[in-house]
């Protein structure tokens, strides 16, 4: 198997392994620090030796020996112990024999969503040591989704891990209370890993599918623990609705295909239907939050049999609301102001744009220039449109992205 292919095999069982390792020993700095160093060894030894028969037993058994390793001390080892009984663990946790593809009884994910979301820990801490422990994404992708340099965000994952370890919190599902607090923030954490899943910010592909398949299958969990939560149907209902057009975002050969020319015939139906249902039983049952209007925009999309058929007023509506409760989000902004563009025309989508050119949370992101060299393409002004898309390639942080907006400036050019 290629390391492309081990890597996309390993990701879905970070959580899986990382929480049967802090429920059977505790010390959540510790085992992450282990289950790291044994994704390595995974990633350095399986091209070489070959997969083994039951990759989640593999893994758990060298991540509890590495564990382990680091626990020689004797104050160490009297912690182990306590931790150990407070635990008490289950046998269904430990590294079943080679070759025995038995997995848990639970599945502990959501608990250790719950873990890395702790009172302690500033938001922005949350959500990093979340994507880290549960998502399996990488540090530098963290930054890039945060805006932040590599190091800064290194630092921010491995102060949260040592503020875990000094609180001595245990691995074990929150009570009604401690959940009701860090609901909003273990939402926000499932909604960036299916950000960073549905449009990668790096490497070769525009998608990662294990990242968004995750990501849905741990919202349904969270809807099943908390079904009268209004914004979690919506989070769902954004992810369903979105992922719906996965098939049609990118040709066979990986190039891109914008919204606006994809195939609606590829799109998902039945993620479609799901989603609408959801919305169409949560919207009238009380106060609407961001999640909710965001799913309603994607319906507003997915339900048009063609691009000409969008409803871009309703669209445009929905995005005013979503400005007001969401805040100072430059992102909403930037995305209103394309249905701005197309309701009132181009030159005032880039009037709105003209109000973001300062923030400093977008100077670095290609989505700004290529939204504005879109209205400019859409109101005729092909140079500096060209040049602009110039720019947000440049910017640009997968291949796939940078070869769709240097085509994009080329065909304007021409």
Not at 100 to 108: H, T, V, W
Not at 303 to 319: F, N, S
Request: aromatic share 6%; glycine share 6%.
């Amino acid at each position: 198997m290629s390391t492309d292919g081990i890597e996309d095999l390993l990701r879905p069982l970070v959580p899986q392994v990382l929480g049967a390792v802090v429920r059977r020993y505790g010390h959540f700095d510790l085992a992450e620090d282990a289950v790291q160093e044994t994704l390595i060894a995974a990633t350095e030894q399986w091209p070489a030796n070959g997969t083994p028969a039951n990759p989640r037993g593999w893994l758990i058994r060298v991540a509890s020996r590495r564990l382990t390793d680091a626990m020689r001390s004797e104050e160490a080892r009297r912690r182990r112990e306590a931790t150990s009984a407070a635990l008490t663990p289950r046998d269904d946790f430990v590294a079943p024999p080679p070759g025995e593809g038995r997995m848990p009884s639970r599945d502990d994910t959501l608990t250790l969503l719950f873990l890395c979301c702790h009172p302690s820990l500033s938001p922005s801490s949350q959500i990093a040591l979340t994507l880290r422990a549960v998502g399996g994404l990488t540090t530098a992708e963290i930054a890039r989704a945060y805006l932040v340099p590599e190091a800064t965000m290194a630092q921010r994952i491995s102060r949260a891990k040592q503020s875990i370890k000094a609180d001595g919190s245990r691995f074990q599902p929150p009570g009604t209370k401690e959940r009701s607090e860090r609901l909003r923030v273990v939402m926000q954490v499932l909604y960036l890993i299916f950000n960073e899943g549905y449009t990668a910010t790096s490497g070769n592909a525009i998608n990662r599918v294990d990242l968004t398949d995750e990501a849905i299958r741990l919202t349904r969990d969270l809807r099943a623990l908390v079904p009268d939560d209004g914004e979690v149907a919506g989070l769902l209902a954004l992810m369903l609705l979105t992922d719906a057009r996965r098939h049609a975002r990118t040709t066979p050969y990986g190039a891109i295909v914008p919204l606006l020319e994809q195939d609606r015939r590829l799109w998902n139906q039945a993620y479609i239907a799901e989603g609408t249902a959801l919305l169409e039983k949560v919207l009238p049952q009380g106060t609407i939050g961001p999640y909710q209007l965001q799913a309603a925009i994607a319906a507003v999309h997915d339900q048009a049999p063609r691009a000409e058929d969008t409803d871009w007023v309703e669209i445009l509506g929905l995005y005013t609301l979503l400005e007001r409760v969401s805040g100072d989000n430059p992102v909403v902004t930037l995305n209103k102001a394309v249905a701005v563009g197309m309701v009132n025309g181009p030159r005032a989508g880039l009037d709105v744009l003209d109000g973001l050119e300062a923030d400093p949370r977008l100077a670095s992101w290609h989505r700004l220039p290529s939204v504005r060299a879109f209205l400019l393409e859409r109101d005729g002004d092909l140079a500096a449109a060209a040049d602009v898309y110039r720019v947000a390639a440049e910017r640009a942080t997968t291949l796939a992205e940078q070869r769709y907006l240097n085509d994009k400036a080329r065909a304007c050019q021409a």
